[in-house]
Nanobody, 122 residues
Framework: QVQLVESGGGLVQPGDSLRLSCAAS????????IGWFRQAPGKERERVSCISSSSGSTYYADSVKGRFTTSKDNAKNTVYLQMNSLKPEDTAVYYC???????????????WGQGTQVTVSS
């Protein structure tokens, strides 16, 4: 059974950092690409980051480039999203999702986690 479980969200102040985790089960990160998405109230879902399965190559949306970093620990079957210099506009529910295709592929994702709330506010 494929499962993705996000954790690490919370309430932080502008300029703070958070690290989100996405623990995968039922498949290995060698075979699946993981994308990080976020959705704020009233806004469309946005893919903010991606890490490809075999190559480990990464993608970042312009809105987070230079502030967010995604990495993975294959031994723990877990992907991380390190978020630095957080801004109020980063407030959203963050999701991880998996698919057996590289980051550059324009199609959808097959499996989704339940999401974790990130709130950036002073």
């Amino acid at each position: 059974q494929v499962q993705l479980v996000e954790s690490g969200g919370g309430l932080v102040q502008p300029g703070d950092s958070l690290r989100l985790s996405c623990a995968a089960s039922g498949f290995t990160l060698d075979d699946y690409t993981i994308g990080w998405f976020r959705q704020a109230p009233g806004k469309e879902r946005e893919r903010v980051s991606c890490i490809s399965s075999s190559s480990g190559s990464t993608y970042y949306a312009d809105s987070v480039k230079g502030r967010f970093t995604t990495s993975k620990d294959n031994a723990k079957n877990t992907v991380y999203l390190q978020m630095n210099s957080l801004k109020p506009e980063d407030t959203a529910v963050y999701y991880c999702a998996a698919r057996p295709r590289a980051c550059w592929w324009s199609g959808g994702y097959d499996y989704w986690g339940q999401g974790t709330q990130v709130t950036v506010s002073s």
